[in-house]
């Protein structure tokens, strides 16, 4: 038994250091010179200086994109986590005609992939005046399919006893969603987010159809200008990596505890 | 039994309904439909509304004439999805391991699902530096006494290079929800199993396996049709080079629309891809469907 279980840990710490070492080696890169960083296989800088992060604060617009990139995420997930708690309630606990057929039909856009409405959007965007705008890129992700999905087969589960002794009591439905859902469904919401945070601060294709001026571009975009406008220049690339994914791990990192247990669910709902 | 709506519910219920009603209709439904109809007409960039049918003489396109680099992208993109599912029985292993454990269980999961978290602009940044010539993987095989790679700079090596990074980065959520599906097997099956004798191989093939194939399923499900689509991780690793070796359908698709401008093609090429997606997932299932339960 004990063998049997050093073994397992073996194979799991193989698997984290390999999920580990390439962020670890983009650490230390970040903050290696140029010369150093393209010429030696060091792990450790040999001389520890911040101009990877001084250059790459200073010259592409890494600041004003890093703004926008957070213009897009924070409302936006925002938005997505209580929209679909609030769809996923309605769909999980009312009765009314066509109900199902609604669910499927939402359902169904997420086979859809994005590239079959890409050139539609991009028309209703120029129709809409939101070519180059933030705001483009916020309105059409202020839904998530998966979202609604993940919610209401969460709230299916909580007993309907717990809504109906508050709708006894004369609660409003604003508050049972407030008071009842929320707290019983938090860890699905945490997992959501989290998601969703990525999904928005990661988003590259359709940014990259949409946003063309520099000032108007999301850290993703920045990003992958960085190959061509600093070619070999490792420490930069390493430096803009760093400061685009700490907020991401930070966040995971915080929310982890009901993170796994939210996407556990989705895996064994599916 | 149907519960009649009463009226504080039915206020609340068309106030959340209706705006995301509207929403789907306007950023979802509509543009599905819009996108077939570009795929059937002889899309008119300056007078879109008296297009002129064509039937599926795009898809005739695609499939009879010139264009090479369609088949290109179909190949490699199917070449990628059949590289990313064999990442599956990778996570299995882990999941297994990650399932049986007594302790540190978060810890590890933390580490494994990181690489999910992260932007994949980044990390495909970071890739393409860990990937050169004498960049650090090959410094690693060296020290292995392994012969270097070209990685993302060979024809032949580039697309397998870009799978690489796609499952260091994707693993970790495959892992997480296969060690769910395994943690949920009721322990007095295993219990029962090992009072008739059976030793774990045979508990692994003959309980393990059929309870986990519906999270199996759709685990693999979501590994293929994720490949397909595939587009931040070859432009930003290769721009789909070198030679078109790492050329995918998505990259002809946005191509197709916003650099050639020709709607109709790329459209017709983003149903084909909806299609395909479609029959594999009603395939798998099939394939893969059970006769009989626990």
Redesign the interface.
């Known amino acids: 038994m004990k063998i049997?279980?050093f073994a397992?840990?073996l194979?799991?710490l193989i698997?984290?250091f390999?999920?580990?070492a390439?962020?670890i080696?983009?650490a230390f890169?970040s903050f290696k010179g140029f010369p150093e960083v393209v010429s030696s296989?060091r792990l450790l800088p040999l001389v520890w200086t911040l101009d990877g992060y001084r250059e790459i604060l200073s010259r592409v617009g890494f600041l004003m994109a890093f703004r926008n990139s957070a213009l897009i995420a924070i409302p936006g997930t925002a938005t997505v986590v209580l929209?679909s708690t609030?769809?996923g309630?309605?769909l999980a606990k009312?009765?009314?005609p066509g109900k199902e057929v609604?669910f499927r039909l939402?359902l169904s856009?997420m086979?859809?992939?994005?590239?079959?409405?890409?050139?539609?959007?991009?028309?209703?965007m120029k129709d809409l005046g939101l070519i180059d705008k933030l705001e483009g890129i916020l309105?059409?992700s202020?839904?998530s399919t998966f979202g609604?999905f993940l919610m209401r087969q969460t709230i299916e589960t909580i007993p309907n006893d717990y809504i109906d002794a508050a709708r006894i009591d004369g609660a409003?439905?604003?508050w049972i969603l407030h008071q009842v859902i929320f707290p019983l469904v938090h860890s699905a919401m945490a997992t959501l987010a989290?998601l969703t945070f990525?999904g928005q601060?990661?988003s590259?294709?359709w940014p990259s159809?949409l946003l063309k001026t520099t000032d108007h571009q999301t850290?993703?975009?920045i990003?992958?200008s960085?190959?061509s406008l600093f070619a070999t220049r490792?420490n930069i690339?390493?430096a803009?990596?760093m400061l685009?994914?700490i907020p991401?791990?930070v966040?995971?990192?915080l929310a982890?505890?009901y993170?796994?247990e939210g996407?556990?669910?989705?895996?064994?709902k599916? | 039994m149907i519960k009649i709506l009463r009226r504080p519910q039915f206020r609340f219920g068309l106030v959340v309904l209706v705006p995301i009603l509207a929403w789907y209709i306007l950023f979802s439904f509509r543009p599905i439909v819009l996108s077939f109809r570009m795929a059937i007409v002889d899309y008119d960039l300056l007078d879109p509304i008296s297009s002129p049918f064509v039937g599926l003489a795009h898809f005739k396109a695609l499939l009879f004439t010139e264009y090479q680099l369609f088949w290109t992208a179909v190949i490699n993109s199917f070449s990628y999805a059949l590289y990313i599912s064999l990442g599956v029985p990778l996570a299995l292993v882990f999941a297994y391991c990650l399932a049986n454990i007594t302790r540190g269980r978060n810890k590890y999961q933390w580490a494994l699902f990181l690489p999910v978290v992260v932007s994949m602009a980044a990390i495909a940044l970071l890739f393409r530096f860990m990937m050169t010539a004498n960049g650090i993987l090959n410094c690693l095989l060296k020290a292995g006494g392994l012969p270097p790679s070209r990685w993302l700079a060979g024809p032949e090596s580039a697309l397998p290079s870009i799978a690489l990074v796609s499952l260091w980065k994707g693993l970790g959520g495959n892992i997480v929800i296969l060690a769910a599906g395994l943690l949920s097997i009721p322990m007095e099956l295993y219990d029962a199993a090992k009072v008739d004798g059976a030793n774990g191989w045979q508990t692994f093939w003959k309980i393990t396996l059929p309870l986990l194939s519906h999270t199996l399923k759709l685990v693999i499900i979501l590994a293929t049709i994720g490949a397909l689509q595939a587009y931040t991780s070859a432009i930003i690793l290769t721009g789909g080079g070198p030679a078109g070796a790492t050329y995918m359908i998505s990259q002809f698709i946005v191509e197709e629309a916003f650099a050639n401008l020709r709607f109709g093609l790329a459209s017709s090429v983003a149903f084909v891809l909806f299609a395909v997606i479609l029959l594999i997932t009603l395939m798998q299932f099939r394939l893969m469907r059970t006769k009989w339960e626990y």
């Open positions: 049997r279980q397992l840990h194979i799991l698997g984290a390999t999920s580990l390439p962020f080696w983009m890169a296989p929209g609030a769809t309630y309605v009312y009765q009314f609604l939402l856009t086979m859809v992939p994005f590239t079959v409405v890409i050139i539609p959007l991009f028309i209703t309105i059409t202020l839904c609604i409003s439905e604003l989290v990525l601060w990661d590259y294709l159809v850290l993703p975009i990003i992958a960085m190959r490792y690339w390493s803009g990596s685009t994914v991401v791990m966040l995971f990192t982890q505890r993170f796994v996407l556990a669910l989705t895996g064994l599916g």
